[in-house]
């Protein structure tokens, strides 16, 4: 069973950058896409991001354009890199996994299997 483990957040000022990372335990073999899901307080569990096994990537709207996710299949590792962070974007960031490549519902995090803990990333205004 493949584990995943989420790093690097922390505390940022608004309009400030923080990168995120996600480990797997083991190689994670095609079909499959990782995506990045985030929760705040008292709010439903939302998509940010997803990258396929062809490198394909795929964005919630408001994350478009400041947020960029990569991955890195040597180190087994997702990466999530936020800039022109807002207080808006203060959430319990996870990261997680389906065993499959279709675009379709690839940010409902209904088809996910495999999730992170989770890492906490807050912007102050």
């Known amino acids: 069973q493949v584990q995943l483990q989420e790093s690097g957040g922390g505390s940022a000022p608004s309009g400030g950058s923080l990168r995120l990372s996600c480990a797997a335990s083991e190689i994670i073999y095609a079909p499959v896409s990782i995506a990045w899901f985030r929760q705040a307080p008292g709010k439903e569990r939302e998509g940010v991001a997803v990258i396929f096994d062809d490198d394909d990537t795929a964005y919630a709207g408001s994350m478009k354009g400041r947020f960029t996710i990569s991955q890195d299949k040597v180190k087994k590792t997702v990466y999530l890199q936020m800039n022109s962070l807002k207080p808006e974007d203060t959430a319990t960031y996870y990261c997680?996994?389906?065993?499959?490549?279709?675009?379709?519902?690839?940010?409902?995090?209904?088809?996910?299997?495999?999730w992170g803990q989770g890492t906490q990333v807050t912007v102050s205004s």
């Open positions: 997680a996994r389906r065993p499959s490549r279709a675009h379709a519902g690839s940010l409902d995090p209904v088809a996910y299997t495999t």
